[in-house]
């Protein structure tokens, strides 16, 4: 079964840091470009990052730029997403999310993760 | 980048009801746009692809339709499973925005 597990969320203070982490199973990891997507409380999701399958290329929203940094580790089948600076606005769901064909950045997206919450409050 | 503009924002149908939602992008994006479902609480979920694309799984009374800038997602004759909210993206450039997403009631 193809999967993506997340962790590492929690609530952090506003300044403060976390790194999440998505575990894939079920498919070659290294072979699909990987993506995050957040969604605040009752508000659209909102895109995040971009990993292209080998690290190589990275994006980061306007929002995050200069703040998360998207890797990767493709011998562990796992993707994370440092978070530094973290505001009250960065509060919201992760999903981590895999692109539907292989080697494509800029695509669908066919597998969410169960997403891992993440709260940026004093 | 490019905005997307879902309409409307939300609707109430009855089951058995022809739905349809719009979505228009502020520039042209070919037919890279895809068509997200979220049940409430839950993850979203694929459905449609290359702007009318079933996603494998994907009961037949949905289909996309559009080309450019405005799209097209119908649902034939709503089921009370089809109680969700609904999002285009598009998938042209970075970032792949969303829409605003379009909740779907059962009158």
Known sequence: EVQLVESGGGLVQPGGSLRLSCSASGFTFSSYAMHWVRQAPGKRLEYVSAINNNGGSTYNADSVRGRFTVSRDNSKNTLYLQMSSLRAEDTAVYYCVKARRIAVVRDAFDIWGQGTMVTVSS | ?107
């Open chain 2, 1 to 107: 980048d490019i905005q997307m503009t879902q309409s409307p924002s939300s609707l109430s149908a009855s089951v058995g009801d022809r739905v349809t939602i719009t979505c228009r992008a502020s520039q042209g994006i070919s037919n890279y746009l895809a068509w997200y479902q979220q049940k409430p609480g839950k993850v979203p979920k694929l459905l449609i692809y290359a702007a009318s694309t079933l996603q494998s799984g994907v009961p037949s009374r949905f289909s996309g339709s559009g080309s450019g800038t405005d799209f097209t997602l119908t649902i034939s004759s709503l089921q009370p499973e089809d109680v969700a909210t609904y999002y285009c993206q598009h998938y042209n450039s970075a970032p792949q925005t969303f829409g605003q997403g379009t909740q779907v009631e059962i009158k």
